[in-house]
């Protein structure tokens, strides 16, 4: 399975940016997608996640500003960034999580950096 991330890229304080991130080769359903983040001597975590269903959950320093969707035909989800601050800065990595005969496994993408400038 391969996870192809886009979007990143620098922009200022208050603006906005949507990353994208398709996944590809899976024969079995994707449960759950999702957008962690990993800033230079931090850990990396989570950002924001859907199910196949639609729920979704976010990390509390994004809430009203992030919005997780994601289309289940194309196998892609998307993080639409709005109110962009310094402290978003980080590399955003995609994440897949899928039930195989073997058990659940997860899927990371490459990484697409996010600046943000003050």
């Known amino acids: 399975v391969q996870l192809q991330a886009s979007g990143g890229g620098l922009v200022q304080a208050g603006g906005s940016l949507r990353l994208s991130c398709a996944a590809s080769?899976?024969?079995?359903?994707?449960?759950?997608m999702g957008w962690y983040r990993q800033a230079p001597g931090k850990q990396r975590e989570l950002v924001a996640a859907?199910?196949?269903?639609?729920?979704?959950n976010y990390a509390g320093s994004v809430k009203g500003r992030f919005t997780v969707s994601r289309d289940n035909a194309k196998n892609t989800v998307y993080l639409q960034m709005n109110s962009l601050k310094p402290e978003d800065t980080a590399v955003y990595y995609c994440?897949?999580?899928?039930?195989?005969?073997?058990?659940?496994?997860?899927?990371w993408g490459q990484g697409t950096q996010v600046t943000v400038s003050s």
């Open positions: 859907i199910s196949s269903g639609g729920s979704t």
């Open positions: 080769g899976s024969r079995f359903s994707i449960h759950v």
């Open positions: 994440n897949a999580d899928i039930y195989e005969p073997t058990g659940w496994r997860d899927y």
